[in-house]
């Protein structure tokens, strides 16, 4: 999977820009505040139809302006993204796609950036929406099953706030959940079980030292077990007026060497985890779809020494598209060809 070209219009800091991409290595460069980020942001709102840095379409639209566009032209498709105030429309081919899950995934990107650490610190939440969107964009079962899950629990939710719960209508809601409860668990197993397979053999082979790396998976429920453990929350949801148990509640950790991660590793290894954890990633998305994502570095090699840097850059698969955000080229260890891609404040946007 390639990006040729990427054309934005009014997005972010950007009037307009065009940039034409190398097949394999790319590196932008540019002062803080010139756009590099927002380059590789765009790419991302095309592969998971939103970006990870607003819930509020509307920021990515440039100031004063009333929509933003997004056009990129890849080796298999041509994907287009209108964002005005309230919506945004979704394009393939100049096909207007009315469903988010038919555009999603439809070109993968896996982005590395700084903050990714906090994925150890988030919220359960937070780091199911990870889970969710990694596993929507290969699994179309997936996504389905979660869209047709969040409406039958928002709609049960607003049942058990009711002063008379319909016993009746709730039982319906429970039998309609169970089957969609089983494909979420199962799918999100098979993602924990993939990355597992992959995450220690990365972690040893970037960060130079074998670690035994690994993810559990704190599930709701085995997934026989899902209609029984469903018809026993009964009482509880109407006490607390809420669907107490479901995926919804689900979570999961990291574990190093037997141990929490977060009691015994040091930033950098917690860094070096979650470039592995990105890495298998990679795989996951290489078996499930047969192809490789582009992959995306926001100014992340220059928080790594040189030997980690190399390390990083050598186990990408060959065929990777590669492209890498940093303020300057020089404190990069890049040993191969690349396109050097230069942003300058105030130019084009």
């Avoid at 796609?97 to 990107?109: D, K, P």
């Avoid at 991660?261 to 298998?280: E, P, T, W, Y």
């Avoid at 030997?307 to 404190?331: A, C, F, G, K, M």
Wanted: net charge neutral.
């Amino acid at each position: 999977m390639l990006i040729r070209t990427l054309k934005i219009s009014d997005y972010r800091n950007y009037s307009r820009k065009f940039v034409e991409f190398d097949p394999q290595l790319n590196i932008i460069v540019g002062k803080n505040g010139t756009g590099k980020t927002n380059l590789l942001e765009s790419i991302i709102v095309v592969s998971n139809t939103k970006s990870y840095r607003t819930n509020n379409d509307a920021d990515l639209i440039k100031k004063n302006r009333d929509f933003a566009r997004i056009e990129l032209v890849s080796d298999e498709n041509v994907y287009k993204v209108v964002i005005n105030k309230k919506n945004k429309s979704l394009y393939i081919n100049e096909r207007l796609i009315s469903r988010t899950s038919e555009f999603i995934g439809s070109l993968n990107a896996v982005l590395f950036k700084p903050s990714d650490l906090e994925l150890f610190n988030q919220s359960p939440s937070e780091r199911r929406k990870l889970l969710d969107i990694e596993i929507s964009k290969v699994s179309k079962r997936y996504i389905q099953a979660l869209l047709k899950y969040n409406k039958l629990l928002k709609d049960k939710n607003k049942l058990l706030k009711q002063l008379e719960v319909d016993d009746v209508l709730l039982k319906v809601f429970n039998e309609s959940m169970v089957p969609l409860i089983k494909i979420i668990i199962e799918e999100r197993e098979r993602f924990i079980d993939t990355i597992n397979e992959y995450i220690t053999p990365m972690y040893s082979m970037i960060s130079g030292r074998p670690s035994d790396i690994k993810i559990v998976y704190r599930k709701c429920s085995e997934i026989p077990e899902v209609e029984k453990a469903l018809a026993a929350s009964y009482d509880k949801d109407n006490y607390y007026h809420y669907a107490t148990f479901g995926p919804h509640h689900d979570d999961y950790y990291f574990l190093m060497d037997g141990y929490d991660l977060n009691s015994i590793a040091s930033q950098g290894q917690r860094r070096m985890v979650l470039i592995a954890f990105k890495f298998a990633l990679i795989k996951y998305i290489q078996i499930n779809t047969l192809k490789t994502p582009v992959v995306l570095l926001d100014d992340i090699l220059s928080e790594l020494d040189k030997d980690n840097q190399e390390r990083l850059l050598n186990i990408l698969p060959s065929e990777t598209q590669v492209i890498i955000t940093n303020t300057d080229i020089n404190n990069l260890n890049i040993k191969s060809d690349y396109k050097l891609i230069e942003l300058r404040e105030g130019y084009d946007v």
